[in-house]
Each structure stands twice: as C-alpha cells, then as structure tokens.
C-alpha cells in the first residue's frame, strides 16, 4: 500500500525530488529496476500484470500510481500498473493523458496517478476515487506532497510523519545538496507504528494498525505483505533527465 514524499518546483537545486516505497507481497514477481528493452524507460516492473509502480524516462517524463484503501473491488479491473507506463510511452503531456484516463476511470480499482513532465513543468495528479467533491484531474502546487493510499496530501499518521521529518530534512540542508540514500534509509525505514485510535478505519483496526507504519512489515492471511523497495528519484536544475535509485528492502526478523 505504497507511499511517497515529494518536492515539486520548490528548491533551488532540485525541480523534483521524490521518496517512495512499494509495499507488496513477498509472493508476487517483481523485476528490480533497470532500462527496459527499449532503453527509454527506467523502472521496476511486475512480473504478474507488466506494468510498474514508478518509472521516468530519458525525456524527462515521471509516473507512479498507488492504489485507494476501500472495500470492495471493481470486477475484472484492468491493472493500475499499466497507467505509467501509458503515460511515459505516449506522446501526450500530462493534462492530455489524464483527460485519457479519467475517460476509463472505471474500469480501474481505486487508484492514485502522479504525472510529471519536467520539461513542461507540469505535474497533474489523477485519481478514480476523488474526496468529498474534490476533481479527478488536478495540478499539483509547487511545494512538499504525500501521497498513500488516500487522496493526495490526506493527513493519515504516517503520512503526516513522514512529511514532518522529510520537512526536518530540508530545513537542516537549506538550499544545497540533498543526501538521497540517507533521507531514504532514516525516512524511509521508519517502522513506528500509528496510535489505534487516529486510524481511518476502513478494515480492521488490527489490519490497519499492521500497516500504520511507513515501513510496513505484516503477515496477513493472503501471505507476508511488505515494504519490497525503497526508491528516490530526483532531477537538478542542471540535468535533462530524472536520476533513479532504488534498493529491495526487507527489515529482519
């Protein structure tokens, strides 16, 4: 049930800069990211359905798609994983594949979409599952952003953990270089449970609870589900593509 932290168009080094972790379970083939075939495309990639949680391309483009914690699914669902790599093998700008999408919206489960084109700089937010009477499409400010398995910027605990220490990080390197491998092994990793009584309570509060960590470790009855990578992306003012890293993590024990 992934989650990210973002900085868009808010620092003087970095355009775009982004920590993310694919939670999954054990048991589901993934490929490690690597150039795909074509050499245009830098991603991991399921190995059930093909598509990716997180991808860029050589032309600047960015995409990652999370699901919507609900109850209930969508009967013979199309797979979420294919929208970013839709997205970065088009030609379309982000405005013009969101209107594509939202056309399908329902034959997707819940999900969340982040496009990011950095030589238009345009980053559109796409979702299926829209809160209170929020659009499906919108652009996303400049600033810092989380986004899970809510909408955009929902202040679940985890979600509000996260950006306070991504917030820590900032304030304490200013304007300069920020140490990715660092912010994604302290951030990241964090296994701090939430408080059972700030949950949002859509399954069970023990279900929840096992998940209420940024770094999600749970034993479920559909197998082990965990946090199976940790990933930074990020672009300087002074590069023509996104830079990707990303490690397979698994806590011990």
Known sequence: MCIAVFLWQAHPF?????LHNRDEYLSRPTEPVAWW????????RDGLAGGTWLACSRSGKIAFVTNVREVGNVPGPKSRGE???RFLESKKNPTEFAEEVVMEAHRYNGFNLILV???SKSMIYVTNRPKDDEALVSEVLPGIHVLSTASLDTPWPKAVRLRT????FLEKHGSGELPAEEMADKLMTDMTKADKT???GIHSVEFEYSLSSIFVEANTELGHYSTRSVSAVSAKTSGKSPFMRSTSRRKAG
């Open 37 to 44: 075939d074509n050499g245009e495309i830098l991603g991991g």
């Open 83 to 85: 929208l970013p790599v």
């Open 14 to 18: 970095y355009p775009f800069f982004l």
């Open 165 to 168: 220490n991504f917030e820590q």
């Open 198 to 200: 700030t949950l949002p």
């Open 117 to 119: 084109d950095l030589s």
